[in-house]
């Protein structure tokens, strides 16, 4: 089993959707949650991160982490053709140096 | 500007050729990474560095090898035991929770 678990999708939305991505992991220690966006040939960047438990906003985006479940999302809000791209999640302990990142999904919003 | 710099974008090697992509920071970032990016698979550390002087071998560190000479440069060399080398590759540094990416060199055997 992998230490997190992500769906590659496709996902494809009309455009003003509302867009729900998730992760899942397995290791109880992971403390820093993070989103990255990638568009095609490029480099990840960071959209937003979280510690520990709660949510998260930024603008359209909302990170949210429920621990007790061991399940991040991260929700679009009118959702854009700008949008698409390949969605990353990833995980870290406090004080470690490893990110452990999910396969990502890829979105596609339609204009 | 600040950022990552990766070269070459687009790298072919034969089979049975060492070949190295450069990574250059100017963030003044103490740590860096290599990661392979496959299809379906996310990113998986190759190697990683804390400090000058100093690395750790990642997930799937066989056949690749680095150095860490200069706290602005980490190249990485993919040797010809590496069985299987055509993927994404991406540096990256951080100094705390964010990292920051290159732009990744695409690398294919012919």
């Known amino acids: 089993q992998k230490e997190v678990e992500q769906d590659p999708g496709p996902l494809s ?4 959707a509302i867009v729900s991505l998730n992760c899942t992991y397995s290791n ?3 403390q820093y949650f993070m989103w990255y966006r990638q568009y095609s040939r490029k480099g990840p960047e960071l ?3 979280t510690y520990s438990s709660g949510n998260k906003e930024d603008g359209r985006f909302t990170a949210q982490v429920d621990k007790s479940s061991k399940y991040i999302s991260l929700f679009i809000r009118d959702s854009q053709p700008s949008d698409s791209a390949t969605y ?3 995980m870290e302990e406090t004080g470690g140096f490893k990110t452990i990142f999910g396969a990502g999904t890829r ?3 339609k204009a | 500007d600040g950022g990552i710099t990766q070269s070459p974008k687009y790298l072919f090697r034969k089979e049975g050729q060492n070949v190295t992509l450069s990574c250059e920071q100017n963030l003044n970032h103490d740590a860096m990474y290599w990661y392979r990016q496959d299809p379906g698979q996310g990113l ?3 190697y990683y560095s804390q400090i000058v002087n100093d690395f750790q ?3 799937i560190a066989e056949g690749y090898s680095v150095s860490r000479e200069k706290k602005e440069s980490f190249p990485l060399t993919v040797t010809s035991a590496q069985k299987n080398p055509t993927a994404f590759y991406l540096c990256a540094s951080s100094m705390t929770v964010e990292a920051f990416f290159g732009q990744g060199t695409r690398l294919t055997v012919v």
């Open chain 1, 13 to 16: 939305v009309p455009e003003g």
């Open chain 1, 28 to 30: 109880s220690a992971f």
């Open chain 1, 47 to 49: 959209l937003m991160y």
């Open chain 1, 88 to 90: 990353l999640c990833a």
């Open chain 1, 107 to 109: 979105l596609f919003v």
């Open chain 2, 44 to 46: 998986r550390l190759i």
């Open chain 2, 57 to 59: 071998k990642g997930d």
